[in-house]
């Protein structure tokens, strides 16, 4: 006879299932936090165990959570079972084996193959595990009869996420014009754009809080969107993101060298985190990379804070738009393998936000080398001294966003 918990925790599985199918954005977003809590969980231990370990401790929980799960299923089907009627019994009787040695393979077998599936679902609901594993792309270099060639290829497409992934108001020429339309707040002695009062008051006059702002150092606040069904930055990406902009070699009127980027996707204040619906979109036309640019999304931030909204980017393989200059960027979700010493979205992120508060350098929106090379190389994550020089002279600014989105 199974105990009223058991019946209801199985009670519990089956409608969470249902209502996933009936209602899949709804449930996705309320149990968004438990299920990031436990895909970071899962993340760390790959970063932090040997891979040896980190795959058994995976079949080891799946194991035990499939044998709990299947237990509690087996003891709620029995009890139902004894109370149906002779015909629902018979149907039983012939779908499972009749002796025990039969009844326990089968229970073996249903369980093994959970398991299986589990474990060759993993990467696909948690995307890269480590960041920089190739768990994700490995088909691709196993698929083909010249693993080599099949090498290249990648390589190839991965030289190109970035050649088209600028959005300039009036065509390529119009960069620097739309930065010179920019009416640039001062004082501001340290050229991030933000007054110095607004600086030491922690917050600009329409209410848009600055936290930690310091006047006498760069200060570049990002606001992270999600669009359904994406990934959130995970701790090791938001720590990795800080430490790139605050290595930057930039110089600051305190002395020091560095950006501090200050990130902000908990939605504490009514801003940033879940957008509420998916996000697709192709860069075709410029208003695509700022459409989610708005007062509903950011409030009394526009113009003081940047934006990029998580989601998914069509057309061919990019992987991100950003405005150059502007504030506002879209990148995809994708975490692809990557051998460099940040996370792919990392160079992805910091290359869409210097397009932002760089602009144009030397008449074009891309540079030979650095972060701003249209290619993601674990080679090119540094600031080249073109970069470097416009960074110097004070973030970009752009006219577009401030006569028409602010």
């Given at each position: 006879?199974?105990?009223?918990?058991?019946?209801?925790?199985?009670?519990?599985?089956?409608?969470?299932?249902?209502?996933?199918i009936?209602?899949?954005?709804?449930?996705?977003r309320?149990l968004?936090?438990a299920?990031?809590?436990?895909?970071?969980?899962?993340?760390?231990?790959?970063?932090?165990?040997?891979?040896?370990?980190?795959?058994l401790?995976?079949?080891?929980?799946?194991?035990?959570?499939?044998?709990?799960?299947?237990?509690?299923?087996?003891?709620?089907?029995?009890?139902?079972?004894?109370?149906?009627?002779?015909?629902?019994k018979?149907?039983?009787?012939?779908?499972?084996p009749?002796?025990?040695i039969?009844?326990?393979?089968?229970?073996?077998?249903?369980?093994i193959?959970?398991?299986?599936?589990s474990?060759?679902?993993l990467?696909?609901?948690?995307?890269?595990?480590?960041?920089?594993?190739?768990?994700?792309?490995?088909?691709n270099?196993?698929?083909?009869d010249?693993?080599?060639?099949?090498?290249?290829?990648?390589?190839?497409?991965m030289n190109?996420?970035?050649?088209g992934d600028?959005?300039?108001?009036?065509?390529?020429?119009?960069?620097?014009?739309?930065?010179?339309?920019?009416?640039?707040?001062r004082?501001d002695s340290d050229?991030?754009?933000?007054?110095?009062?607004?600086?030491?008051?922690?917050?600009?006059?329409?209410?848009?809080?600055?936290?930690?702002?310091?006047?006498?150092?760069?200060?570049l606040?990002?606001?992270?969107?999600?669009?359904?069904?994406?990934?959130?930055?995970s701790?090791?990406?938001?720590?990795?993101?800080?430490?790139?902009?605050?290595?930057?070699?930039?110089?600051?009127?305190?002395?020091s060298?560095?950006?501090?980027?200050?990130?902000?996707d908990?939605r504490?204040?009514?801003?940033?985190?879940?957008?509420g619906?998916?996000?697709?979109?192709?860069?075709?036309r410029v208003?695509?990379?700022?459409?989610?640019y708005t007062?509903?999304?950011?409030?009394?931030?526009?113009?003081r804070?940047?934006?990029i909204?998580?989601?998914?980017v069509?057309?061919g393989?990019?992987?991100?738009f950003?405005?150059?200059?502007?504030f506002g960027?879209?990148?995809?979700?994708?975490?692809?393998?990557?051998d460099g010493?940040?996370?792919?979205?990392?160079?992805?992120?910091?290359?869409?936000?210097?397009?932002?508060?760089v602009?144009?350098?030397d008449?074009?929106?891309?540079?030979?080398?650095?972060?701003?090379?249209?290619?993601?190389?674990a080679?090119?994550?540094?600031?080249?001294?073109?970069?470097?020089?416009?960074?110097?002279?004070?973030l970009?600014?752009?006219?577009?966003?401030q006569?028409n989105?602010?």
């Amino acid at each position: 006879m199974a105990h009223p918990a058991e019946s209801a925790f199985v009670g519990a599985i089956i409608g969470l299932v249902t209502a996933l199918i009936a209602f899949p954005t709804r449930v996705g977003r309320l149990l968004a936090p438990a299920g990031g809590a436990v895909v970071e969980g899962i993340r760390w231990a790959s970063e932090t165990l040997p891979y040896w370990a980190f795959i058994l401790t995976v079949f080891l929980g799946t194991m035990i959570v499939a044998v709990v799960v299947a237990y509690e299923f087996a003891r709620v089907g029995y009890a139902a079972v004894r109370r149906a009627g002779p015909r629902t019994k018979r149907i039983v009787r012939f779908v499972t084996p009749n002796t025990p040695i039969g009844k326990a393979a089968f229970a073996f077998c249903f369980t093994i193959l959970f398991l299986i599936g589990s474990v060759w679902a993993l990467p696909y609901v948690i995307g890269d595990l480590g960041e920089n594993s190739a768990v994700s792309n490995a088909g691709n270099f196993t698929s083909g009869d010249d693993p080599k060639s099949a090498l290249e290829d990648a390589n190839d497409r991965m030289n190109d996420v970035l050649s088209g992934d600028v959005a300039t108001q009036g065509g390529a020429e119009g960069a620097s014009d739309d930065e010179r339309a920019y009416d640039r707040p001062r004082p501001d002695s340290d050229g991030d754009r933000l007054k110095d009062s607004w600086e030491r008051a922690g917050e600009t006059p329409g209410g848009a809080e600055l936290p930690n702002a310091d006047p006498d150092r760069m200060d570049l606040y990002v606001q992270f969107d999600y669009g359904s069904y994406t990934h959130p930055l995970s701790q090791r990406e938001r720590q990795a993101l800080k430490q790139v902009w605050a290595d930057m070699p930039v110089r600051n009127p305190d002395g020091s060298t560095g950006i501090t980027l200050h990130i902000d996707d908990e939605r504490d204040d009514g801003y940033g985190g879940a957008i509420g619906a998916e996000v697709s979109v192709s860069g075709e036309r410029v208003e695509d990379v700022h459409q989610y640019y708005t007062a509903r999304n950011l409030g009394p931030r526009r113009c003081r804070y940047h934006q990029i909204v998580v989601g998914e980017v069509r057309g061919g393989s990019q992987v991100g738009f950003a405005s150059a200059p502007g504030f506002g960027g879209v990148v995809d979700d994708e975490r692809r393998a990557y051998d460099g010493d940040v996370p792919f979205r990392v160079h992805v992120i910091t290359h869409e936000l210097l397009h932002n508060v760089v602009g144009e350098v030397d008449g074009k929106t891309h540079t030979s080398e650095g972060w701003l090379s249209p290619t993601v190389d674990a080679d090119e994550a540094f600031l080249s001294d073109a970069a470097r020089a416009e960074l110097n002279d004070g973030l970009a600014g752009s006219g577009y966003y401030q006569q028409n989105l602010c």
